[in-house]
């Protein structure tokens, strides 16, 4: 990993920074690059069972891409076909992750960095955040994928505001319409984000990942039951994670799940 990405273990949490404090964070294409092999070594991983990433200090959790190299990376059709598909292989591999992923939001959040952050599971916010996304104001277009996770959050017509005016949101603001998906002081965020993950560790992770899986195949369009998710949803009956809840309930303990 180069220092513009750190990834640190507690326990079965990791967590994954952002790591330009300098520039607010901003990613750069090298970073949308590794994201997706760090990712899946983390998916890998049996021992890692929550994520959370974040962007280095409290100012700022990513202020976009890094414009400073747009002329270089991004200076035409061409090699901006190459950099935006960079950048969808690094959103998709955060959405796809089979764990639960937790963007936790100091400060500003805003275009490219926003965009990752919508494709985490949960995004947990703090009184001081900002966020925005601004094609508008740089002459782009957003892909479908990141403008339909969007949509998905803030509706049609939200979606379109946020896109056509590039304005910045409040905290309150982002709450109220589902950017965020839990607000804090600026000093409770980091201690509630983690206390959160770790909660997560604790329950039966067969039913966290198929909830995950379940969830965003409906978010994908999926209406019906099908072969997968009828597998999914009774292969949890074979499960140690099934035993173990059923036992702990009727012993009336707290389960115990590997």
């Known amino acids: 990993m180069t220092d ?27 970073m949308f690059r590794e994201l997706p092999t760090v990712l899946a070594e983390l998916d890998a991983d049996d021992t890692v069972k929550v994520v959370v990433l974040r962007g280095a200090g409290r100012r700022a959790f990513a202020s976009g891409a890094d414009i400073a190299e ?18 969808a292989v690094a959103e998709q591999a955060l959405r796809d992750l089979t764990k639960p992923t937790i963007a936790m939001i100091h400060g500003y959040c805003i275009g490219g960095g926003c965009g990752l952050a919508l494709a985490a599971d949960l995004r947990f916010g ?11 104001k740089l002459g782009l277009v957003y892909s479908l994928d990141s403008t339909r996770r969007l949509v998905d959050l803030v509706g049609p017509s939200r979606a379109k505001w946020i896109l056509m005016s590039g304005e910045q949101m409040d905290a309150h603001e982002s709450h109220r319409l589902g950017l965020l998906d839990d607000l804090q002081p600026v000093e409770n965020l980091e201690a509630h984000t983690y206390d959160f993950a770790r909660l997560l560790t604790t329950r039966a992770q067969y039913s966290v990942r198929a909830a995950k899986q379940i969830v965003n195949r409906i978010v994908a369009g999926q209406i019906a039951e099908d072969e997968f998710t009828t597998d999914l949803r009774n292969s949890s009956f074979d499960t140690a994670d099934y035993a173990e809840g059923v036992r702990a309930f009727l012993d009336k303990r707290a389960p115990h799940f590997d």
């Open 4 to 30: 513009q990405l750190l990834l640190s273990r507690s326990g079965a949490v990791a967590t994954l920074t952002l790591n330009r404090p300098e520039r607010h964070n901003a990613i750069t294409l090298d």
């Open 70 to 87: 747009f002329e270089e990376v991004r200076g035409d059709a061409a090699s901006a076909r190459v950099y935006n598909d960079d950048v």
């Open 126 to 136: 703090d009184t001081r955040t900002r966020m925005a996304i601004t094609p508008a």
